[in-house]
């Protein structure tokens, strides 16, 4: 066998391993086994005895895992983020368990990723990413754009305006809302720009719809696969890709430096 073949192999092997990762270490933000994977391949890719890389590769993920910090200080849930849980929980559960699903995970991850975050806006990420996508039931969905759904529900609940524009705007909803003609009433809520918006699109678009985690580039390949070339979702990211991949690399570098 040539070294060209076994080579192509052996990067089969690490892009197994590397789901397998993601799954097994969930308590680390994606991002950053995507990163582990990537850097230390990279050290074994001209090793000359392939057979041995993935061992290796899983070893230095596992340490590296081992030596990130999990705790997220505060994140034992207030009111809020307790209540955000209960109200998409209700909403969700039962009538839509995948969508639930992947809610869960948005949550789990938003608990990781709240530490580079201000103190004050810790508990808002986390009840963000509860609420994301409570648009989606049938209880809340109106005009069929699920952001603008739910932050016209939550608004209607009397939640800060400041969580319906994080709700109403996460994950490039701007563009679909453009494509369906609801931008001006999205309009009625700000988009809060900075690292708490990063920090919900990162957690959606490091999670599958089934809550798993994953990196940002299997995120758009699936939503592509699932929607279809003519759903408004995937039109958008003809639009908002490089805003959303920006977001995630911005999120992902604050997030490096906690694990250093």
């Known amino acids: ?34 990163e582990w994977v990537q850097q230390a ?16 590769v899983e070893r230095a993920v596992r340490a590296s895992a ?17 209540w955000a849980r209960n109200t998409a929980r209700r909403l ?6 995948r969508r639930w699903a992947h809610t869960e995970g948005v ?23 509860w609420l994301h996508d409570i648009g989606y039931a049938p209880e809340v969905a109106n005009t069929g754009l699920h952001s603008l759904d739910g932050a016209q529900y939550l608004l209607r609940a009397g939640v800060s305006r400041r969580l319906c524009g994080l709700v109403a705007y996460h994950s490039g909803a701007a563009a679909v809302a453009e494509l369906l003609g609801f931008a001006d009433d999205l309009a009625e809520f700000e988009d809060d720009r900075g690292r708490l918006r990063d920090a919900l699109w990162y957690c959606d678009m490091t999670t599958g719809p089934d809550g798993h985690p994953t990196t940002v580039d299997d995120r758009i390949a699936e939503i592509h696969q699932r929607r279809g070339p ?18 995630v690399r911005r999120t992902h570098r604050l997030l490096r430096r906690t694990a250093a």
């Open 230 to 247: 003519d759903d408004p979702v995937v039109r958008a990211l003809a639009i908002n890709l490089d805003e959303r991949l920006a977001a």
């Open 107 to 129: 949550a789990r991850r938003a608990e990781q990723v709240a530490r580079v975050l201000a103190p004050a806006d810790q508990d808002l990420l986390v009840a963000a990413a």
């Open 1 to 34: 066998m040539s070294a060209a073949v076994r080579r192509r192999q052996t990067d089969k092997q690490i892009r197994r391993l590397e789901n397998r990762l993601l799954r097994e270490h969930d308590r680390v933000p994606p991002s950053l086994v995507h």
């Open 66 to 82: 081992r030596d990130f910090p999990a705790d997220s200080p505060g994140m034992t849930g207030t009111c809020l983020s307790n």
């Open 41 to 56: 391949h990279a050290r074994l890719g001209d090793a000359p005895v392939q057979d041995f890389v993935p061992l290796l």
């Open 92 to 97: 969700l559960a039962q009538h839509l368990p």
